[in-house]
């Protein structure tokens, strides 16, 4: 007969306070600071992290007259927590500004959403009034997080399931740099003026230069100084500063070509296989707010290979 006692897991409470104290602490590294963050006092802030190092049997800080640091337990249990309590500080917040009311969860890249869906998001919210949305960044595969979430967008080659995988545009990648280097004092007008610059990539986008250079036929400039910036966003923002050249790719461009942030110098445009999906639960295919946003964001996505198309195509 099994046994009718409850497993820890069941029934073991986890202080969740002690937590988010040692998240501030482990943050700023003070307890003074901590205190100020949380409006407690720091006496109050020291017996959350004895209770918690208590309750783990494992010390999280190390303790000196003037400073505190984390231990390499610490350090590690930090990482581990930080992304699932800003997960449950924005779900909180998401419930308390809907009132209950039944919101779309939204997951996508971090680059996607900081670059082209949050910038039209507006256009949305003022379509479709009666729709809250909560958007989150995510870089994990869909299989993964597919269950948490109504809509995930996820970038690659096929769809994961015909009937609720939307593919949202064709793609292709291509240099970008700020519209003043084009004429500086070292113009840049064609490939091999590359090698008078940084070229600028990211972990988070490939194909990368050695792609768009073997797909434009262009030679590998030797002795080219690489820099990388993860995720897209921060890249991009360098770009715009004139800090090098970069490559991105279609919808990723959109939204700063737009504003005259970013130019093409030259092509060509090297289409490519991955592009970004948009995928939804099938047994969500009847929630309007579901299919508001999804064909929302399917028309902004052929909106964007539009307008970005008749600026590139003269190269």
């Not at 000196?64 to 231990?71: F, H, Q, V």
């Not at 992304?83 to 939204?106: S, Y």
């Not at 597919?146 to 809509?151: G, R, W």
């Not at 793609?171 to 090698?195: K, M, W, Y």
Request: net charge positive.
């Amino acid at each position: 007969m099994p046994s009718s006692r409850a497993t820890p897991e069941l029934t073991e409470f986890v202080p969740l306070n002690g937590l988010r104290v040692f998240s501030v602490v482990g943050r700023l590294l003070s307890f003074s600071g901590a205190a100020r963050e949380l409006h407690v006092t720091p006496s109050a802030v020291s017996h959350q992290i004895k209770a918690l190092e208590s309750y783990l049997g494992v010390r999280l800080l190390r303790r000196s007259r003037n400073t505190i640091a984390l231990t390499q337990p610490g350090r590690r249990y930090l990482a581990q927590i930080s992304e699932n309590l800003m997960q449950l500080t924005h779900a909180t917040k998401a419930l308390r500004a809907t009132k209950g009311q039944e919101i779309l969860k939204v997951a996508a890249p971090s680059s996607l959403l900081g670059l082209w869906l949050i910038p039209r998001i507006q256009r949305f919210m003022a379509a479709s009034p009666a729709t809250g949305l909560a958007l989150t960044a995510v870089n994990s595969p869909p299989a993964v997080i597919q269950n948490q979430f109504d809509v995930v967008f996820w970038y690659g080659e096929d769809s994961t399931a015909e009937s609720s995988s939307h593919r949202l545009c064709e793609n292709e990648i291509f240099p970008i740099c700020s519209p003043s280097l084009v004429h500086g004092a070292t113009p840049l007008r064609q490939p091999s003026d590359l090698r008078h610059f940084t070229l600028f990539d990211s972990t988070d986008d490939r194909p990368g230069w050695h792609d768009w250079f073997k797909g434009a036929h262009v030679p590998e400039i030797d002795g080219t100084r690489y820099m990388n910036f993860t995720p897209k966003m921060f890249m991009q923002q360098a770009v715009s500063a004139g800090l090098g050249i970069g490559l991105t790719r279609t919808l990723l461009a959109a939204e700063p070509f737009a504003r005259g942030e970013l130019v093409c110098p030259f092509g060509p445009t090297v289409p490519i296989r991955s592009t970004y999906h948009l995928l939804h639960a099938s047994n969500y295919a009847q929630r309007k707010d579901l299919i508001l946003f999804r064909d929302w964001v399917l028309a902004e996505a052929k909106t964007s290979r539009r307008q970005l198309a008749e600026r590139l195509g003269s190269l």
